[in-house]
């Protein structure tokens, strides 16, 4: 890190791959200028949106984020898995700004222009599976659950959905119905979608290390006995948890819930929303264990940082709704289409699936060995680029969300940008972009170990 003493000269640096890759604090975290900003967000934006680290930004890219005080802190981030291919990535900005002269808007639904049919082709060859494919294009990953859901409705002529324990799938009337967790996405916006049901997960770390066969029978007879499989649509499910805690299920369970979805006509809509695109170290997480679903979402890394989401699946399934029943006026937008090709195209280009692979070989070793002399890390999990750990109590193995904040905290306030999440509070998560450099990353995972650290000197 580089240490300076005085603000450094107000210029805006441009973002991008070019942006000095280093960690550099020269106010205190947030500084002057982000507390400013802070007091007017409080005036202006409603007071329901939170913000985990308030320092306003500038510029982005690489692996890192400056705000407006001139502090460069490392992105261990990405928006929240969105800017897999870097802030401003090269390929992106150039398809962009080129579409932005050309035409920004007719409605997809309207008048529609070939980038939407060349994303959708993109998807139906990327996502697992060699049947015959459809894409739908949204905005929102909220979205595209939404019209997943709509979509396996249609085609089944049936009503229920089951989602899981723990599980995150958005913030809108349906999706918070499907979302687990009450505070703070749920408490006070009720009354939620009917037809939602709930499912436990397999959560090796807390259900006793059940094995996924295992683990999934209990479920399917969940369903069994309190939905049925005539009642029920569809069931869907993140293959890695994100929100709920980066949580790995055993092996076999989705396989199980899969093959049971087949031999009982009940659709399975894996959410890839937050694992998709090069993340974990395949293309989609589904890809570790073979699972082949019926619909996939999409989202977040498909478009380089522009709003862009998907529901891709069988060709039989997606062609059930009449014409007209799917879409909205921006799904697709052309912006976001050129951002997705050229997102994809890096992904490709710049072999981000292995770049990913060897992220979490690097993260891995460094939070195991972390793990190894420290009891309160209760695990290290994840896949590829998306890893976490677990803070518990040592004596108990009882989740420890205060630790978590103080850790996130301290991180924070080192210029380390960390994400907290689980059920608990309790889960730290890393998701750097994948354009960071190994120094950056490794100095990152060295400011959470020296945070953690000194809270066990404080204890
Ligand atoms: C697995 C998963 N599904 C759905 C969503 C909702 O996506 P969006 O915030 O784009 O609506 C998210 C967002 O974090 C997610 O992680």
Known sequence: MTLVDT???????????????????????????????????????????????????????????VDVDGNSLIDLGSGIAVTGVGNSAPRVVEAVAAQLAQFTHTCFTVAPYDSYIEVAEALNRLTPGNHAKRSVLFN??????????????????????????????????????????????????????????????????????LDGVTAATRAISQIEKQIGASNLAAIIIEPIQGEGGFIVPAPGFLATLLAWCRANEVVFIADEIQTGFARTGHMF???????????ICTAKGIAGGLPLSAVTGRADIMDSPQAGGLGGTYGGNPLACAAALATIDTYEAEHLVERAADIGTIMGERLRALAAADPRIGEVRGRGAMMAIELVDPATGEPDAALTGRVIAASHAQGVILLGCGTYGNVIRFLPPLSIPDALLLEGLQVLAEALAAESAAA
């Open 285 to 295: 997480a589904c890809e570790y264990e073979g699972i082949v679903p019926d619909l």
């Open 7 to 65: 603000p450094r000269p107000t210029s805006t640096p441009l973002g991008g791959p070019t942006l000095a890759q280093e960690r550099r604090l020269v106010t205190s975290i947030p500084g002057p200028k982000s507390r400013l900003l802070s007091e007017r967000k409080a005036q202006a934006v409603s007071a329901g949106v939170g913000i985990s680290l308030p320092v306003y930004v500038v510029a982005a890219g690489g692996g890192v984020l």
């Open 140 to 209: 929102s990953g909220a979205e595209a659950v939404e019209n997943a859901v709509k979509i396996a409705r249609h085609f089944t002529g049936k009503q229920a959905i089951v989602a899981f324990d723990h599980a995150y799938h958005g913030r809108t009337n349906l999706t918070m119905g499907l979302t687990a967790k009450n505070q703070p996405y749920k408490n006070g916006f009720g009354p939620f979608a009917p037809e939602v049901y709930r499912a436990p997960m397999s959560y090796p770390l807390r259900d006793g290390g």
